[in-house]
């Protein structure tokens, strides 16, 4: 694990992902008053922060510098350790079934900040 870094779910999932999935719930219409208060829970999959750090090394070389330092820590925890979330309503509610990877999720949500970033330094 990264040093200092707080404890979280290695859970992920794609904003673009969120946004079919409103969509969808918005196509579904509302829902029989038994399944009314399901939530809907959508997880992608799960990825632990140094396989992140190490892979926007490797496709963002750009931002490197600013990436935290892997070294001196702990190693890392399995994926396995942590609680694994129920998705079967995003499955039978919504019909979500595929989701895009990680490394499109987070290279995306990085790009992301970097362009918010680079206009603050513009103002």
Known sequence: MIPNAPPFSPNYVHVADVARAHVAALRVGPLDPRRR????????????????VAHLSEA????????????????????????R??????REILGIEEYKGWKEAIEDAVKDML?????????
Request: aromatic share 6%.
């Open 60 to 83: 963002m070389p750009g931002i490197r510098e600013r990436l935290p330092s892997l070294a001196g820590g702990p190693g890392p925890r399995q994926v396995s350790s942590f609680a």
């Open 37 to 52: 208060r399901k939530r809907v829970l959508l997880v992608a999959g799960y990825v632990l922060w140094p396989e992140v």
């Open 85 to 90: 979330l129920e998705t079967r309503n995003a």
């Open 115 to 123: 362009r918010v970033e680079s206009r603050m330094t513009d103002l």
